[in-house]
């Protein structure tokens, strides 16, 4: 019944920055693991960023590490993902998702809410 809610999204150039939202509505993050993904055409889903809700703890794909952070605001039940240095190969649809599986580092089969995406490209 957990809905979650992908923003911020849009057009930016090399090197700029976006920083997209996921608001939950319907239920709460706690005890779960939220995780960023993106998605090109003919590629498979990838995931780039992931925060474990309770203890804060965060990893990255070696792709953007030193370039984007997760984060999270627990008050207003929202997960952020801060682009920064944007390159064209980071254009994609973002997925925000939730998993409850329990595990700390769950694969991307555990992860069980996903939002509509919203869409990020950057030119060149």
């Known amino acids: 019944q957990v809905q979650l809610a992908e923003s911020g999204g849009g057009l930016v150039q090399a090197g700029g920055s976006l920083r997209l939202s996921c608001a939950a509505s319907?239920?709460?993050?706690?005890?779960?693991?939220v995780g960023w993904f993106r998605q090109v055409p003919g590629k498979k889903r990838e995931l780039v960023c992931s925060?474990?809700?309770?203890?804060?703890?965060?990893d990255s794909a070696d792709s953007v590490k030193g370039r984007f952070t997760i984060s999270r605001d627990n008050a207003k039940n929202t997960v952020y993902l801060q682009m920064n240095s944007l390159k064209p190969e980071d254009t994609a649809v973002y997925y925000c998702a939730a998993s409850r599986s329990g595990s700390s580092w769950p694969p991307p089969r555990e992860y069980d809410y996903w939002g509509q995406g919203t869409q990020v490209t950057v030119s060149s």
């Open positions: 925060i474990n809700w309770s203890g804060g703890r965060t």
């Open positions: 319907g239920g709460t993050f706690s005890r779960s693991v």
